[in-house]
Structure formats: C-alpha cells, structure tokens
C-alpha cells in the first residue's frame, strides 16, 4: 500500500507547478509537531501542500503526501500504514482531506502520541477539529486560508510583489500607500472591478471561460460531501442548504429578517441557526455581529453576507453595489481583524475604528464628529484625510 501511495505522489507532483506561494505559507511555523490549515474548496490547500513537499525535498527531508479521500484507502487502517512509514525512517506526514476519513480526528491524536513524525493537514472545517471527542485541539495548531486576497490576486496576475499593510497603517498612511502601489503599471480601478467579479479563488485563472460554474460545483461539494461527511448534515437535506445561499442573495444585509428567511428556505428557526452556523463554517457565508460588552451574548448576526462578492455574482441574479462593497470590505478586514456592526457608521473593527462604506461621493454625515472614524470609498484612486480608497483594505493580507 505505501509504494502505491509513493507512485501517486509522484504523479501529482507533476501537475503541480504553482510557484507563487500564498501570504498563509509565509506565516506557518513548521518546526510545530502537528499543523491544521483549514479553508474553502478551491482556496490552495492541496497546492500549499504540495509545495511544503517540494520544499522538504529540496532539503532531503523524507516526506509523504496522502490525500485521504483516495478510493484505495478504503478499508485501510491509517495507523498501520504510518507505522510501515514511520519504521523505513518517515519524518513528515501531509494529509490532505482528512475530513473525508472517517473518525479522523481520533487518528490524527494517535499519530500525535505514538510517532515522532510531523504532520500537516488539510481540511474543510475547523469547527469540527476544535470540538473533537479526541481533544485533538491541543495538540493541534490550526490556521485559516482565505481566498486572495486583491493584494495576492495583483500578485500572481501581474508577476509583481506588493506589500501588504496593517489596518492602523491604512488609517494613518494611506495617501502615501495607495500613491506608491498607484506606480504599478496596472490600472488599480480597473483590476479592482476584475478582482471584485473573479479574482477571490484561484482556480480562476485555469478555468477562466466556465468560472463561475466551477465555482457553483464547488459550493456543491462542500455542502454535498464535505459537510455531510462531518455528520453536520444529511444528503436529503443539502437543497435547504443551498435553498438558503439563494434567498441570502435576495435579502438584503441591514435587513435580516431570520422569520422571513427561514420561511423562504422552508426551514424551521431553529435549524436556520444551524445551517447558517455551517455555511459559515464551510466559508460561503460571512455572519457580523453587533458589538457586546461584558456579560451579554449576541445570539445572532446582526448581518449576514455570502463569504466574497464573487459568489454574489455567481448566485445571484442581480448584484447591489452597496452589497458588493459591503461584502469585499467585511471579507478582507474579517480575515484578520475583529469585526462587528456598528451603531454609528457601518463596521466597528477591534471596538476602535469606525468605517462607513460608501461611492466617491460618500459624505461623513453618518460619523461626523466620531474619533477614529473614516469612510472607505469606492471608484477613487487615492483618498483624503479620512476618506480611503475601499480597494486598499484588499492589502491586508
């Protein structure tokens, strides 16, 4: 079974010839005994894996990737199969797709407590790792991979390396920032309208012309097999889940109406809380809260969007402009910073800095007179005192 596995490894390394490396890959700390890097479909994970592999290679370190949802392992005992791995002198695990295995987490903790080997894994969800039976989330460090960010979309798309920037630089030092990536030979609005329609997942620039439908088959998967392979959900009840992508589409965000969606979904209140727990888990829904203080709890999302706007225009018939820049602003700050409704302007990010989405000619009547609020603006270049070009919070990470 190993040298079967060792022939398909070195099959796929061959169809993967990706060199650009994502902002995720820089920011690992290897030396860990046991990494999680969880994410959509289509987001990289196999593609950070198999370049850890290349890496490991080039130092003579002995590796093996396995994709855990190989046909042939049906039946195997994965336990088994490390230790032939770890008795030939194994040093480094890749498991992609663990999800796909039954009773993974329980597997993962012993090869954590009876091997010295290092692991690197895979998944869909890390809800499912951190509330394991197993406890495995002490053993485990985990890491989320987004989609690109519009800083990585410009990266790969024109060959070029950009810095990316810290929410409190954007604040302070924008006018300086957005006039040095200005410099770039690429026109900055037009690439921003390119990236705000296909530029989040990057499989787009293999499956240009069918995109959108790729993307649709992927959202598929991951209700059809990843979520119910965790046991979130049965097969007979994924339409609802998608049912429910389609009526989020049609609500508005400043008009959540849980009644209203859960009647349109045809689902009950209780399992709407749920299903939008899963989608947000399974990155196809992004879920703002209001800010609380102390003791009080929100029980439910003040707004909710679908993850980025290239699902918008992928699932939905008509696409508002306040929505998609709402959406492109809540996906790429959420990524790295805490970010809630705010009373007062729209978002409140790390209960400090007030931001108000809006065009060009956005005013700051909403936030007038509010410290460190600003207003991130649409269709300009460069900003102006606390006016910013919304495309510069695509640099965060």
């Known amino acids: 079974m190993l040298s079967n596995i060792k ?35 289509g987001v990289g994970k196999t593609t950070t894996l198999f370049q850890y592999l290349d890496q490991l290679e080039h130092e003579d370190k002995k ?37 796909r295995f039954e009773n993974f987490a329980s597997y993962l903790k012993t090869i954590y407590d009876l091997f010295d080997i ?37 990266e790969f798309k024109h060959n070029v390396v950009l810095d990316q920037y810290e929410i409190a630089d954007i604040f302070s030092s924008h006018i300086e920032i ?75 965000p400043f008009e959540v109406n849980y009644t209203k969606i859960a009647a349109l979904a045809e689902i009950s209140r209780v399992k709407l809380y749920d299903y939008l727990s899963y989608l947000h888990d399974g990155q196809m829904l992004l879920l703002v809260d209001e800010k609380s203080d102390g003791l009080k709890k929100v029980q439910k999302a003040a707004k909710i969007y679908l993850n980025n706007t290239n699902l918008l225009f992928a699932y939905c018939a008509n696409c508002e402009i306040g929505t998609l820049r709402e959406t492109f602003f809540a996906n790429q700050v959420s990524h790295k910073y805490k970010l809630n409704i ?28 509010l410290p460190n609020s600003f207003v991130a603006a649409d269709d300009i270049m460069r900003g102006n005192g606390n006016k910013i070009p919304l495309w510069l919070f695509g640099f965060l990470y």
């Open 178 to 252: 957005s006039t040095t990536i200005a410099l770039n030979t690429f026109n900055i609005l037009k690439e921003f309208k390119a990236y705000i329609e296909v530029g989040y997942y990057p499989f787009y620039f293999d499956k240009q012309t069918s995109y959108y439908q790729n993307l649709l088959n992927t959202i598929n998967l991951t209700i059809d097999l990843d979520l119910t392979s965790l046991g979130l959900i049965e097969q007979k009840y994924t339409y609802k889940l998608k049912k429910l992508l389609e009526v989020i589409c049609e609500s508005k």
């Open 63 to 99: 590796a093996l990737y396995i994709s855990l949802d190989y046909p042939f392992l049906s039946g195997v005992d994965l336990i088994d199969l490390v230790e032939e791995y770890a008795n030939e002198g194994g040093e480094y695990l890749l498991l992609d797709e663990v999800h």
């Open 118 to 154: 290092k692991v690197v894994f895979t998944s869909s969800s890390a809800t499912s790792i951190l509330n394991a039976k197993s406890d495995l989330s002490r053993r485990v460090t985990l890491y989320n991979l987004g989609g690109f960010s519009f800083r990585e979309y410009l």
């Open 342 to 369: 705010s009373k007062q302007g729209d978002f409140l990010i790390d209960k400090k800095f007030i931001v108000e989405i809006g065009g060009k000619n956005k005013s700051f009547e909403q936030i007038k007179d």
């Open 7 to 41: 022939k398909y490894q070195e099959r796929l390394k061959k169809s993967f010839k990706i060199h650009y490396k994502r902002y995720l890959y820089h920011t690992l700390n290897f030396d860990d005994k046991m990494i999680g890097i969880f994410g959509a479909r």
